[in-house]
């Protein structure tokens, strides 16, 4: 199974601050929006990450990210030349599949929950048709909603609904197995010239396909394409790093605890901030006891 991160898009619900920086970029606190999603493919144990961006913003993201090899990865680098849909980040990176299962974040999505992870694998074990993660919100209007039967079973997606046929909606974040390339190549532009995701969805569905998992109480989605959005993930973020003395989205953490560098390779990693509160953090870890929820992932 492989990963996909899209942070393309013009982002323009956030100008003027993203006329000469993609949204994907902006700190959300104390790290780059990207390392968000990014981390969320990485607590599901993916190591071989597509970043799809535009032409401008693809070079930027490989200064920030290089090849994934500092934290035990593989990351490699497409252009979407223009935005054509979310949809269309699997023709973009159908070499990348090469017929493989994929999982896709949206870049400017954030997820926090104990839960989370084994959410991912229980997905990704699966590996047949299509997972989705539908969150429950205060304005489904807003957002693709699952409409389920009475058995509770999902019978559509509909789009920005004026009466919303339930609160679950669609969040960034899917797993596809290996037909979502060929499913896509069958997809046209919608009235609004994209490749909607959510067509791409309703295939899975109408073959029976399509498993909902719905996040659990205590789990967060944020979207932070918004300013208002953007400032409410920095404050959440904030509230928990301060409350909890952890770092939400350390990919440098993530992979120590995972087995994929060594203590040697995070004294190093930690060595490249010799100040400020992010080196400190991971030099912290360190010195920790294998214990309790300290305990390194084998």
């Given at each position: 199974?492989?990963?996909?991160?899209?942070?393309?898009?013009?982002?323009?619900?956030?100008?003027?601050?993203?006329?000469?920086?993609?949204?994907?970029?902006?700190?959300?606190?104390?790290?780059?929006?990207?390392?968000?999603?990014?981390?969320?493919?990485?607590?599901?144990?993916?190591?071989?990450?597509?970043?799809?961006?535009?032409?401008?913003?693809?070079p930027r993201f490989e200064a920030l990210l290089g090849d994934g090899d500092r934290w035990g990865m593989r990351l490699r680098y497409a252009v979407q030349d223009a935005p054509r849909g979310l949809a269309d980040a699997f023709r973009v990176g159908a070499e990348f599949l090469d017929g493989d299962g994929c999982t896709m974040v949206l870049g400017d999505n954030l997820f926090f929950g104990a839960d989370l992870s084994a959410l991912l694998c229980e997905a990704l074990a699966a590996n047949t048709g299509a997972t989705?993660?539908?969150?429950?919100?205060?304005?489904?209007?807003?957002?693709?909603?699952?409409?389920?039967?009475?058995?509770?079973?999902?019978?559509?997606?509909?789009?920005?609904?004026?009466?919303?046929?339930?609160?679950?909606?669609?969040?960034?974040?899917?797993?596809?197995?290996?037909?979502?390339?060929?499913?896509?190549?069958?997809?046209?532009?919608?009235?609004?010239?994209?490749?909607?995701?959510?067509?791409?969805?309703?295939?899975?569905?109408?073959?029976?396909?399509?498993?909902?998992?719905?996040?659990?109480?205590?789990?967060?989605?944020?979207?932070?394409?918004?300013?208002?959005?953007?400032?409410?993930?920095?404050?959440?973020?904030?509230?928990?790093?301060?409350?909890?003395?952890?770092?939400?989205?350390?990919?440098?953490?993530?992979?120590?605890?995972?087995?994929?560098?060594?203590?040697?390779?995070?004294?190093?990693?930690?060595?490249?901030?010799?100040?400020?509160?992010?080196?400190?953090?991971?030099?912290?870890?360190?010195?920790?006891?294998?214990?309790?929820?300290?305990?390194?992932?084998?």
């Amino acid at each position: 199974m492989k990963g996909i991160v899209l942070a393309g898009g013009q982002g323009t619900r956030l100008h003027p601050v993203t006329r000469v920086l993609c949204k994907q970029l902006l700190p959300v606190y104390d790290k780059p929006m990207i390392y968000y999603p990014l981390t969320t493919l990485m607590l599901a144990g993916l190591r071989d990450v597509l970043v799809i961006s535009t032409p401008e913003d693809t070079p930027r993201f490989e200064a920030l990210l290089g090849d994934g090899d500092r934290w035990g990865m593989r990351l490699r680098y497409a252009v979407q030349d223009a935005p054509r849909g979310l949809a269309d980040a699997f023709r973009v990176g159908a070499e990348f599949l090469d017929g493989d299962g994929c999982t896709m974040v949206l870049g400017d999505n954030l997820f926090f929950g104990a839960d989370l992870s084994a959410l991912l694998c229980e997905a990704l074990a699966a590996n047949t048709g299509a997972t989705i993660f539908a969150s429950q919100v205060r304005d489904p209007e807003r957002f693709g909603v699952i409409e389920f039967d009475a058995a509770d079973n999902p019978v559509a997606i509909v789009e920005k609904p004026a009466v919303a046929p339930s609160r679950y909606a669609v969040t960034g974040l899917y797993v596809y197995d290996g037909n979502v390339t060929r499913y896509a190549a069958d997809l046209r532009p919608s009235a609004r010239g994209e490749l909607e995701i959510s067509e791409l969805n309703q295939r899975y569905l109408d073959e029976r396909a399509l498993t909902v998992c719905r996040l659990p109480r205590g789990m967060a989605w944020l979207d932070a394409g918004t300013h208002d959005s953007l400032l409410e993930a920095a404050q959440f973020v904030q509230t928990i790093e301060h409350r909890q003395a952890i770092k939400i989205a350390c990919p440098e953490e993530i992979s120590w605890r995972a087995g994929w560098i060594d203590d040697d390779r995070l004294r190093g990693l930690a060595d490249a901030y010799p100040k400020g509160a992010y080196g400190d953090y991971l030099r912290a870890l360190l010195h920790e006891t294998p214990s309790g929820e300290g305990d390194r992932a084998s």
